[in-house]
């Protein structure tokens, strides 16, 4: 469904779209039609022949989006309400900036002067840290810290069997299974 169809209609589709998700996440199903993406890929410098000086943008269906920030929201409130997120943990979280992260470094490495310790820093980027995270750990993780049912069902299903074109110049591949 256009997304400007969807604008135009919310009045008749707000219910429709509600009883989807809740079932959805009743039955911790997430429909296959929602899985599918087309990957449209944006030269971000360099030569425009290699692969990697591109950077992927997935285009979703509306419904699949709203039933994402559903999971989302919920998977954080667990998370928080569980205190399962380093207080350390700046990045992704609400309230949370680089900004808190400086300050709380400089406030750590000032107090281990003033006491006459020293200080290690360790920094990490980790490339494509979304691509490389292995979906069987993940899920194992999730059920040991308590995400059981049809929460943990939903989150799985997600993240299988899910399929994408690309589209390049108005031509769009055929949808192709993806890990």
């Not at 296959?32 to 000086?53: A, Q, T």
């Amino acid at each position: 469904i256009p997304t400007a169809l969807l604008k135009k209609g919310v009045n008749i589709f707000t219910e429709p779209i509600s009883t989807i998700c809740n079932q959805c996440i009743d039955e911790g199903i997430f429909p296959e039609v929602l899985k599918k993406s087309i990957v449209i890929p944006i030269h971000k410098s360099g030569d425009k022949r290699v692969v990697s000086n591109y950077r992927p943008i997935s285009l979703l269906s509306v419904i699949a989006k709203i039933l994402e920030k559903i999971i989302n929201r919920r998977l954080k409130h667990f998370l928080e309400a569980n205190n399962l997120i380093s207080q350390n943990q700046f990045g992704f979280r609400e309230k949370k900036s680089t900004d808190n992260a400086l300050t709380e470094l400089t406030s750590y490495v000032v107090e281990n002067l003033d006491r006459g310790q020293k200080t290690l820093g360790i920094f990490l980027d980790l490339a494509k840290a979304f691509d490389t995270v292995s979906i069987p750990i993940l899920i194992r993780k999730l059920e040991y810290i308590g995400i059981r049912g049809p929460p943990l069902r939903l989150i799985t299903d997600y993240l299988s069997n899910r399929q994408q074109g690309v589209k390049i110049e108005g031509y769009v591949s055929q949808q192709e299974g993806c890990q």
